[in-house]
Every structure is written in structure tokens, then in C-alpha cells.
């Protein structure tokens, strides 16, 4: 039976559960279930915390789990990543009190409160900086405040956080993070039921990032409609009642479907639709 570690709560373990509840495996019935088994697809699921997950994935006590990218690199386990899942981004960066000509430099002999050590040892150690690192467990911006730390490295999202505690970040990221599904490293091929679970949940999130798009075209206008909408090996063509007239169909990034169905509406296309792809395969 595959094994597969999954967030059990935290910012990550919600939209995990739902594309694992798309891709078609079962859900836990109980938040505080730590296992669940789907025997229809001969599976079974760990709910751990998502800093332990590349642990377990490493050693090679569960075939895959998901985790976030910083956490991952954080553990020092040696994982391999498979997808990533497109929701948990973040950057990690160096903060420290707002108003102050903060560099990456200046951070030699302070002490920085973070709670990847490992992440932050390494970028220092790669820069020949010596810091003291504080390990804390979280709420890492409000160290400073209470004087265990003069500056901070941390995940930020929005960073509406370091705002509010009148932060500045300084410096690159450490590290670009998003929720990632990772296999170990033990094996140097995946088994054939771990390549077929990373096929569902590639395609769930492959479906999560375009949107098919079908629309009538005159004929005349099919070549430079086809620039618009390429789709991924080529769009459908397909004719119509009226032989003036060709129905196209092809999968456009999301990001984009908006613009483009207006390009194609400025082009003389009608009736342009945009629908929702709940999974593929490639
Ligand atoms: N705005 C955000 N806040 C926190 N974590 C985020 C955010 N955006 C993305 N993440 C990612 O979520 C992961 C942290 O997951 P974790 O479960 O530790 O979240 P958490 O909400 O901080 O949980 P807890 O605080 O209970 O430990 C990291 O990979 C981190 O990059
Ligand atoms: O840039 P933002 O969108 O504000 O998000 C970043 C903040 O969110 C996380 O904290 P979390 O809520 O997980 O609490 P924690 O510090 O206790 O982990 C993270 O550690 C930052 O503090
Ligand atoms: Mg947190």
C-alpha cells in the first residue's frame, strides 16, 4: 500500500485536502484522525505536521508527502520534488525595525530569531556572516519587542505581519516557497503506484491552472484565432453547420483567459465560453 504524508493543520493543510479530494482519494471523517486507508485506491494517508513530513519521506518510512518547499529545506532531509501544487507561496527573508539602513551585512554578530535555523545557518555560513541564531516556535516578529533578538527571518505572505509590527524586510529571499508534493530519495524511481499518484495530483493542479476555452470562428480569421488560443499541442477544429463558420476549442493559463477571450472577441469570434478543467492527464 503507497504511503502519503499530509499536512495535518496549518496554512498548508486545507488546500492539500482538497486536491487529494479531487484527485479522488478519500478524506478523513475526524480532524483528529492521523491515518486514514482508501482501499479503493490502496493508499494510506499519515496526517503529520507538515515540518515533519520530509522526515518521515526522506527516511523512507512514507513514499510521498506534501509540505512546503522552506519546510523541506529547513528539515535537511533529502527529498525529491515531484509537483508543485501552485497555493502556500511565500518568500523567506531577513526583517528588522523599520527606519534603519538594514543590510544583509549588518546582520554579523546580531541575533536573529527565526523558526528555520537550518535555512538561515546555511545562508549566513554561504556569506561568511557569524550571527546568533534564537530558535523560536513562532510569532517570531514580536522577539525583537521583547528584546530576545535584533533582527528576524521569516515566511512572509502578504506582509501585512511585519507591517503591523513595523518591520522591514532586507535582503533576497532565502527561499521561494509554495506547498510541494515530495517523494523519497531512497529509491532512485518511484514505484509505479507513486508515479500513478503524482499523475492524479499533477493533473488536479495542472486543471487548477488553465481553463478551456471554446469559441466560434469565422473561417477566415482560424489562422490568427490559432495565435491566440495555440492550446498545448495544437486547438481542436472542428466544423460547423454553417460552413462559414469553425467551432475551436483549447486550453488557455488562467491567468491570462480573461485577456485573451477579449482578444478573440475584438478578432470577430462569438459565442467565446470559458469553462473549468477539474483534472487532465498529459
Ligand atoms: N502567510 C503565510 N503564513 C504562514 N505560512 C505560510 C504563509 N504562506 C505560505 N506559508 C507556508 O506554509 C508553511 C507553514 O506551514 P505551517 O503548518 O507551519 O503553517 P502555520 O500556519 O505557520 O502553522 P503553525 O503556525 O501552527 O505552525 C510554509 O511552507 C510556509 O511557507
Ligand atoms: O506576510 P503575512 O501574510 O502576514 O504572513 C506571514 C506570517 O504568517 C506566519 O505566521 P503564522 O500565522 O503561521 O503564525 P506563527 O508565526 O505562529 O507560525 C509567518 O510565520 C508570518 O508570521
Ligand atoms: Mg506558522
Known sequence: MLRVAVPNKGALSEAAVGILSEAGYRKRADPKDLTVIDVANDVEFYF????????????????LGITGRDLAADSGAEVIEEVALGFGSSTFRYAGPAGQDWSVDKLAGKRIATSYPNLVRADLAARGIEAEIIRLDGAVEIS??????DAIADVVGSGRTLRLH???AFGESLCDSEAVLVRTAVTPEPSKAAERFVARV??????????????DCPKQLLDQAVLITPGLESPTVSPMANPDW????????????????????????????ASDIRSCRF
Open 202 to 215: 499533477q493533473g488536479v493542479v495542472f486543471g487548477q491552472q488553465y481553463v478551456m476555452i471554446d469559441y
Open 48 to 63: 503529520l505536521r507538515p515540518r515533519d513530513v520530509a522526515i518521515y519521506v526522506a527516511a523512507g518510512q512514507l513514499d
Open 246 to 273: 469553425l467551432a475551436v476549442r483549447a486550453m488557455v493559463p488562467r491567468k491570462k483567459h480573461q485577456q485573451l477571450m477579449d482578444d478573440l472577441s475584438e478578432l470577430g469570434a462569438r459565442a467565446i465560453l
Open 166 to 168: 513595523d518591520l522591514t
Open 144 to 149: 525583537i519587542q521583547l528584546g530576545v533578538a
